[in-house]
């Protein structure tokens, strides 16, 4: 490991010295036995000029072949001196350059020093992540030298936070045992997962008792750190999967809530959305590729009327003459929710199809060391909020709403004071199958899109509308937030299977204490 050692003391002298690339010194990396040129790579490193570092680069890419005693380095399928960066002619005879596996691991290990000094923030974390992957023993002492410049000269507290952290995992391995105190100290601090494994495994190792109380209780504050960023986690997720049986149970507190038709086939109108969005998607892709980042803010609307204009075909032609018949309903809802599964395989075909997140909802804003929000996810926590507030708007402010909720409440008396009533019925499951197919559009952003889509929250969504009260939107927020947290932390201590029969039962018996749900109907229409 003497060549290792050699190479990261020589590029610890890159801040202090510059000189060009050197035509014996990329002789001395291209030709002769392995240690001869691991030798010459520790010594060109050291300059940290950019055209070492491209040729560096160009022989960990393999992209150096030689003819005689010259090298070429190729590009885009030409031949350039590495020197002069001047285009020259290839010979026929010219070979590729090999790099055993110890030359290809100096080779990226210079790399990686090399970019830690680098202007782009990028390529720098890039090099702290592969020297923090370098778990050879007899290198981390020689790495200290490069880390801690490296250290005092990084600007960006992330990164400097990663290097103080590499710095002290390094320490850990120290034959001193000062030093090794220092790292365990060092590291209680740290909110990273992966300084938990690093205590973990010195622990196992250490003989000293000093070190190994030190270590404990260095392991012990890093566990509870990280207990708050599970609990967080937890948290998150539990709002985002309540969010999304928001928008799923909104519109069953139309349909269901309000119209008391049992829908079996709400579960399709979401799978509608869903694909309504990988259609414009495809029209994106296909015809204005320039602005395919903003798909999605067409996609909703298409979504809300493919769906809407569904549930009122399936409204006039099938449900408005079954009113007040909930079993003929359910049976009827249920055959067509199979239909339209079947439509749907015979259009876009059996397997999953999918659609591909903005940039601007891609990645996710870190938190913590292991706690991460995704883009995705928030931006469907503020669609359900936005969908939510329209909705109860439109049913408390607006014409619309006021006749929904006439019809809903008596409707031989407002069908007496001029309203027409078949209408309103078309109106409303139109909304609620709209509203469906915006969930549709929204799920569509978080996994496949596939003809079963719906049937994995069907009964769900049921649920939430009958433990929040049938026709209280209140109560089906209360109930997809509490049922979405509750699920969440159930599975981290049962797992998935048995949390979704632990919230099964919770209902059954909630539901059998209070059969109105969490919010109960007044006035007459709670005694209708």
């Keep these: 490991m003497m060549f290792r050692k050699l190479l990261f003391f020589a590029i610890v002298l890159i801040a202090s010295r510059a000189h060009a690339l050197s035509a014996d010194e990329v002789k001395g990396m291209t030709f002769g036995e392995t240690e001869a040129r691991v030798e010459a790579l520790a010594r060109a490193a050291a300059n940290g000029d950019e055209k070492t570092a491209a040729f560096i680069q160009a ?3 393999d992209a150096v072949k030689t003819s005689g005693e010259k090298a070429f380095v190729i590009k885009d399928g030409k031949a350039f001196d590495p020197l002069t960066d001047a285009e020259l002619p290839l010979p026929a005879d010219a070979e590729d350059v090999i790099n055993p596996n110890l030359m ?45 410049k490296a250290y005092a000269a990084e600007t960006v507290p992330g990164l400097k936070s990663q290097l103080e952290m590499l710095r002290a995992a390094i320490l850990l391995g120290s034959s001193d045992k000062a030093k090794r105190l220092e790292a365990a100290a060092q590291l209680s601090a740290s909110k990273n997962p992966n300084t938990k494994t690093v205590l973990i495994e010195r622990l196992a190792s250490e003989s000293d008792a000093d070190v190994k109380v030190a270590l404990q209780a260095a392991l012990s504050k890093v566990e509870a750190s990280l207990a708050w960023g599970d ?18 149970a909104l519109g069953l507190a139309i349909t269901y809530g309000l119209m008391g038709v049992i829908n079996m086939a709400h ?26 980042d903003w798909y999605l803010l067409a996609a909703v609307p298409v979504a809300f009327m493919a769906s809407a204009l569904m549930g009122a075909a399936l409204e006039r032609s099938v449900i408005r003459f079954l009113y007040g018949r ?22 876009f075909g059996a397997q999953n199809v ?25 931006v469907i926590i503020v669609f359900a909020a936005a969908v939510l507030l329209g909705m109860a708007w439109l049913i408390s402010k607006t014409r619309l709403g006021l006749f929904v909720r006439g019809v809903t409440q008596n409707r031989p008396i407002a069908s007496c004071m001029g309203v027409n009533t078949a209408r309103i019925d078309t109106y409303a499951f139109a909304l609620g199958s709209g509203i469906a197919g915006l969930a549709g559009c929204a799920l569509s952003q978080v996994g496949n899109v596939g003809p079963d889509l719906g049937q994995g929250y069907i009964v769900d969504s049921f649920m939430v509308v009958v433990l ?13 937030m509490g049922l979405g ?19 099964l039962v919770f209902i059954i018996i909630f539901i059998q204490k209070r059969p109105q749900g969490i919010f109960a109907m007044k006035g007459r229409s709670a005694e209708a």
């Design 326 to 347: 909930p079993l003929e309903t359910l049976l009827a809802t249920w055959g067509i929710s199979l239909m339209l599964q079947q439509l749907v395989r015979s259009i």
């Design 104 to 148: 290809r691991s100096e080779l990226d290990n210079a790399l990686a020093a090399l970019k830690l000094f680098s202007k782009d923030e990028r390529l720098r974390a890039a090099a702290i992540k592969t020297l923090a992957g370098n778990n050879d023993k007899d290198v981390d002492e020689a790495r200290l030298p490069l880390i801690e």
């Design 231 to 248: 609990k967080l986690g937890a948290i998150f997720s539990g709002i985002s999967l309540g969010s999304i049986l928001l928008l799923v």
């Design 59 to 61: 022989l960990s890419d």
């Design 354 to 378: 999918g659609v591909e997140n903005p940039v601007w909802m891609s990645g996710g804003v870190q938190v913590l060391g292991n706690l991460s929000l995704p883009y995705n996810r928030l």
């Design 485 to 503: 947290i509750l699920n969440k932390f159930l599975e981290g201590w049962t797992g998935a299977v048995l949390a979704k029969i632990a919230v």
């Design 468 to 480: 929040g009260g049938v026709g209280q939107l209140a109560g089906t927020v209360y109930a997809a």
């Design 267 to 292: 579960g399709e109108l979401m799978m509608i959305g869903a694909y309504a969005t990988y259609v414009v998607q495809g029209l994106f892709q296909k015809y204005l590729p320039g602005a395919f």
